[in-house]
Nanobody, 127 residues
Framework: HVQLVESGGGSVQVGGSLRLSCAAS????????MGWFRQGAGKEREGVAA????????YYADSVKGRFTISQDIAKNTLYLQMNSLKPEDTAMYYC????????????????????RGQGTQVTVSS
């Protein structure tokens, strides 16, 4: 079992930046893929970013490519999402997720299928 706790959300103006954190604990070594997804009010879940835990490559949704960066601090067992040049359409609850296994195709669009997820942190971007 893996526990994930997000933090770092808040309210910013258009063009601002935020860094989300996700503290992982438990059997984190069993996770094959980690990432972030978001869900705005009245919208479907959208995978935002993902990477294979072995650090081989990062993947991003087209809507955030060039603005968001996913990273991890292995020593702290923490996942990050640096969000720059924020837009009103980035307003959503952001969740980190982990899981998958050998054979799982780890991409931004598959993050919503990962088995473990946190409680979310709200990001609001105002113009």
């Amino acid at each position: 079992h893996v526990q994930l706790v997000e933090s770092g959300g808040g309210s910013v103006q258009v063009g601002g930046s935020l860094r989300l954190s996700c503290a992982a604990s438990g059997y984190t070594y069993t996770a094959y893929c980690m990432g972030w997804f978001r869900q705005g009010a009245g919208k479907e879940r959208e995978g935002v970013a993902a990477f294979y835990v072995d650090g081989s490559r990062n993947y991003y949704a087209d809507s955030v490519k060039g603005r968001f960066t996913i990273s991890q601090d292995i020593a702290k067992n923490t996942l990050y999402l640096q969000m720059n040049s924020l837009k009103p359409e980035d307003t959503a609850m952001y969740y980190c997720a982990a899981g998958g296994g050998s054979g799982f195709v780890c991409r931004a669009y598959t993050v919503t299928m990962l088995g473990w997820r946190g409680q979310g942190t709200q990001v609001t971007v105002s113009s």
